[in-house]
Protein backbone atom coordinates (compact mmCIF):
# COMPACT_ATOMS: atom_id res chain seq x y z
CA UNK A 1 0.00 0.00 0.00
CA UNK A 2 1.23 3.81 -0.66
CA UNK A 3 1.44 5.05 3.36
CA UNK A 4 3.24 8.30 2.17
CA UNK A 5 0.09 9.19 -0.46
CA UNK A 6 -2.20 7.99 2.23
CA UNK A 7 -0.81 10.03 4.67
CA UNK A 8 -0.59 13.00 3.12
CA UNK A 9 -4.17 12.94 1.74
CA UNK A 10 -5.29 12.39 5.83
CA UNK A 11 -3.30 15.46 6.45
CA UNK A 12 -4.98 17.80 3.84
CA UNK A 13 -8.21 16.27 3.99
CA UNK A 14 -8.99 18.63 7.31
CA UNK A 15 -8.93 21.24 5.08
CA UNK A 16 -12.34 20.37 3.76
CA UNK A 17 -13.79 19.00 7.89
CA UNK A 18 -16.48 21.31 8.70
CA UNK A 19 -15.83 19.88 12.82
CA UNK A 20 -12.58 21.23 11.98
CA UNK A 21 -13.72 25.32 11.59
CA UNK A 22 -16.67 24.28 14.01
CA UNK A 23 -13.62 23.43 17.03
CA UNK A 24 -11.71 26.40 16.62
CA UNK A 25 -15.47 29.06 16.88
CA UNK A 26 -15.74 27.13 20.38
CA UNK A 27 -11.37 27.51 20.95
CA UNK A 28 -11.83 30.94 19.87
CA UNK A 29 -15.05 31.92 21.99
CA UNK A 30 -13.52 29.71 25.08
CA UNK A 31 -10.85 33.01 25.79
CA UNK A 32 -13.96 36.05 26.02
CA UNK A 33 -16.38 33.29 27.76
CA UNK A 34 -13.66 32.56 30.31
CA UNK A 35 -13.29 36.30 30.57
CA UNK A 36 -16.97 36.54 31.47
CA UNK A 37 -16.64 33.61 33.97
CA UNK A 38 -13.74 34.68 35.85
CA UNK A 39 -15.05 38.35 36.28
CA UNK A 40 -18.82 37.03 36.86
CA UNK A 41 -17.47 34.53 39.76
CA UNK A 42 -14.97 36.46 41.27
CA UNK A 43 -17.02 39.48 41.76
CA UNK A 44 -19.92 37.79 42.99
CA UNK A 45 -18.29 35.38 45.67
CA UNK A 46 -16.11 38.29 46.88
CA UNK A 47 -18.97 40.28 47.32
CA UNK A 48 -21.26 37.57 48.83
CA UNK A 49 -18.44 36.20 51.34
CA UNK A 50 -17.76 39.77 52.02
CA UNK A 51 -21.42 40.96 52.71
CA UNK A 52 -21.66 37.61 55.11
CA UNK A 53 -21.98 39.58 58.43
CA UNK A 54 -24.53 41.48 57.47
CA UNK A 55 -26.21 38.99 55.81
CA UNK A 56 -26.95 39.85 52.59
CA UNK A 57 -24.28 38.20 51.83
CA UNK A 58 -26.28 34.72 51.97
CA UNK A 59 -28.56 35.37 49.47
CA UNK A 60 -26.28 36.85 47.01
CA UNK A 61 -24.01 32.97 47.34
CA UNK A 62 -26.81 31.64 46.81
CA UNK A 63 -27.97 33.29 43.70
CA UNK A 64 -24.12 32.93 42.94
CA UNK A 65 -24.31 28.79 43.41
CA UNK A 66 -27.76 29.25 40.42
CA UNK A 67 -25.68 31.23 38.36
CA UNK A 68 -22.20 28.94 38.25
CA UNK A 69 -24.80 25.73 37.59
CA UNK A 70 -26.70 27.71 34.88
CA UNK A 71 -22.91 28.52 32.84
CA UNK A 72 -21.65 25.41 33.87
CA UNK A 73 -24.92 23.72 32.10
CA UNK A 74 -24.44 26.12 29.02
CA UNK A 75 -20.53 24.52 28.45
CA UNK A 76 -22.12 21.57 28.71
CA UNK A 77 -24.54 21.91 25.76
CA UNK A 78 -21.54 23.54 23.83
CA UNK A 79 -19.32 20.83 24.34
CA UNK A 80 -21.60 18.22 23.43
CA UNK A 81 -23.12 20.14 20.08
CA UNK A 82 -20.15 21.83 19.19
CA UNK A 83 -17.20 19.32 19.96
CA UNK A 84 -19.85 16.88 20.04
CA UNK A 85 -18.32 15.44 23.23
CA UNK A 86 -20.91 12.30 24.92
CA UNK A 87 -21.51 14.05 28.80
CA UNK A 88 -23.73 12.44 30.92
CA UNK A 89 -26.18 14.55 32.19
CA UNK A 90 -25.30 16.40 35.51
CA UNK A 91 -25.85 15.46 38.82
CA UNK A 92 -29.79 17.41 39.11
CA UNK A 93 -31.01 17.91 42.06
CA UNK A 94 -33.98 15.33 41.88
CA UNK A 95 -37.49 16.61 41.97
CA UNK A 96 -38.45 14.86 44.17
CA UNK A 97 -36.83 16.61 46.78
CA UNK A 98 -39.56 19.19 47.76
CA UNK A 99 -37.84 20.18 51.40
CA UNK A 100 -35.70 23.43 50.17
CA UNK A 101 -33.38 22.77 53.16
CA UNK A 102 -32.96 19.24 51.99
CA UNK A 103 -32.23 20.45 48.06
CA UNK A 104 -29.81 22.94 49.18
CA UNK A 105 -27.76 20.32 51.41
CA UNK A 106 -27.60 18.05 48.69
CA UNK A 107 -26.79 21.02 46.64
CA UNK A 108 -23.49 21.72 49.07
CA UNK A 109 -22.40 18.41 48.83
CA UNK A 110 -23.02 17.43 44.94
CA UNK A 111 -19.34 17.24 44.41
CA UNK A 112 -20.29 17.89 40.30
CA UNK A 113 -21.43 21.76 42.12
CA UNK A 114 -17.93 22.05 43.24
CA UNK A 115 -16.34 20.87 40.18
CA UNK A 116 -18.44 23.18 37.77
CA UNK A 117 -17.14 25.92 39.65
CA UNK A 118 -13.26 24.73 39.98
CA UNK A 119 -14.34 24.27 35.82
CA UNK A 120 -15.03 27.49 35.44
CA UNK A 121 -12.36 29.42 36.82
CA UNK A 122 -9.92 27.38 34.94
CA UNK A 123 -11.60 28.04 31.96
CA UNK A 124 -10.17 31.34 32.21
CA UNK A 125 -5.95 30.75 31.82
CA UNK A 126 -7.05 27.44 29.36
CA UNK A 127 -9.03 29.74 27.16
CA UNK A 128 -6.06 32.58 27.16
CA UNK A 129 -3.20 29.36 26.29
CA UNK A 130 -5.33 27.94 23.37
CA UNK A 131 -6.38 31.74 22.03
CA UNK A 132 -2.50 32.88 22.42
CA UNK A 133 -1.45 28.93 20.46
CA UNK A 134 -4.41 29.45 17.60
CA UNK A 135 -3.45 33.70 17.05
CA UNK A 136 -0.19 32.51 16.58
CA UNK A 137 -0.74 30.07 14.01
CA UNK A 138 -3.88 32.22 12.04
CA UNK A 139 -1.56 34.98 12.05
CA UNK A 140 1.16 33.40 10.47
CA UNK A 141 -0.71 31.05 8.34
CA UNK A 142 -3.88 33.78 7.01
CA UNK A 143 -1.06 36.25 5.97
CA UNK A 144 0.79 33.69 3.89
CA UNK A 145 -2.52 32.26 1.95
CA UNK A 146 -3.48 36.10 1.31
CA UNK A 147 -0.07 37.04 -0.12
CA UNK A 148 -0.89 36.71 -4.22
CA UNK A 149 -3.71 39.91 -3.02
CA UNK A 150 -1.22 41.68 -0.58
CA UNK A 151 1.99 41.44 -1.98
CA UNK A 152 1.82 44.60 -3.81
CA UNK A 153 0.88 46.67 -0.79
CA UNK A 154 3.97 44.82 0.89
CA UNK A 155 6.17 46.34 -1.99
CA UNK A 156 5.44 49.84 -1.94
CA UNK A 157 5.78 50.13 1.64
CA UNK A 158 8.83 47.90 1.61
CA UNK A 159 7.22 45.99 4.93
CA UNK A 160 10.12 43.62 5.88
CA UNK A 161 9.50 40.30 7.90
CA UNK A 162 12.45 41.52 10.01
CA UNK A 163 12.44 44.53 12.71
CA UNK A 164 16.69 44.24 12.30
CA UNK A 165 17.67 45.74 8.98
CA UNK A 166 21.27 44.02 9.11
CA UNK A 167 19.24 40.87 8.87
CA UNK A 168 18.58 39.40 5.43
CA UNK A 169 14.57 39.62 4.75
CA UNK A 170 12.57 38.05 2.46
CA UNK A 171 11.16 41.33 0.21
CA UNK A 172 8.04 39.81 -1.36
CA UNK A 173 7.82 42.17 -4.99
CA UNK A 174 6.95 39.38 -7.14
CA UNK A 175 4.22 37.12 -8.10
CA UNK A 176 6.25 33.98 -7.81
CA UNK A 177 7.15 34.68 -4.65
CA UNK A 178 3.46 35.64 -3.24
CA UNK A 179 2.72 32.12 -4.75
CA UNK A 180 5.36 30.77 -2.96
CA UNK A 181 4.36 32.12 0.19
CA UNK A 182 0.46 30.93 -0.32
CA UNK A 183 1.91 27.61 -0.85
CA UNK A 184 3.70 27.45 2.30
CA UNK A 185 0.67 29.18 4.04
CA UNK A 186 -1.53 26.42 2.27
CA UNK A 187 1.12 23.53 3.75
CA UNK A 188 0.44 25.24 7.37
CA UNK A 189 -3.27 25.73 7.41
CA UNK A 190 -3.62 21.68 7.73
CA UNK A 191 -0.95 22.51 10.47
CA UNK A 192 -3.45 24.75 12.52
CA UNK A 193 -6.35 22.82 11.78
CA UNK A 194 -4.57 19.83 13.31
CA UNK A 195 -3.59 21.71 16.70
CA UNK A 196 -7.12 22.98 16.53
CA UNK A 197 -8.82 19.51 16.56
CA UNK A 198 -6.38 18.67 19.56
CA UNK A 199 -6.84 21.38 21.59
CA UNK A 200 -10.78 21.11 21.13
CA UNK A 201 -9.82 16.95 22.16
CA UNK A 202 -8.50 18.71 25.44
CA UNK A 203 -11.32 20.67 26.33
CA UNK A 204 -13.94 18.38 25.60
CA UNK A 205 -12.04 15.54 27.69
CA UNK A 206 -11.99 18.22 30.39
CA UNK A 207 -15.73 19.15 30.15
CA UNK A 208 -16.52 15.58 30.54
CA UNK A 209 -14.22 15.41 33.62
CA UNK A 210 -15.04 18.15 35.39
CA UNK A 211 -18.93 18.06 34.64
CA UNK A 212 -20.13 14.93 34.67
CA UNK A 213 -17.64 12.82 36.77
CA UNK A 214 -17.01 11.71 40.60
CA UNK A 215 -13.26 12.23 41.42
CA UNK A 216 -13.62 8.76 41.75
CA UNK A 217 -13.92 8.32 38.14
CA UNK A 218 -11.32 10.53 36.76
CA UNK A 219 -8.52 7.92 37.27
CA UNK A 220 -10.35 5.41 34.86
CA UNK A 221 -11.35 7.73 32.37
CA UNK A 222 -7.89 9.27 31.91
CA UNK A 223 -6.87 5.63 31.35
CA UNK A 224 -9.12 5.17 28.98
CA UNK A 225 -8.29 8.08 26.59
Not at 55 to 67: E, K, R, S, T, Y
Not at 171 to 179: F, G, H, N, T, V
Not at 204 to 215: E, G, H, I, V
Request: glycine residues 4%.
Amino acid sequence: MDYPRQNTFRFFRIIGSGQAYINLIYLLAAFPLGVFYFTFLASGLSAGISLLIIWVGIPILLLMGAGWWTLASFERFLAIHLLKEDIPTMALLSSKDTDLWTRFKAYLTNPIAWQSLLYLFLKFPLGIATFVILITLIALTLPLLTMPITYPFLAEFQVDFFFNSSLPAWQIDSMSDALLCSLIGLTLWPVTLHVTNSLAWVHAKFAKLMLSMNPNEWLTTIAEA
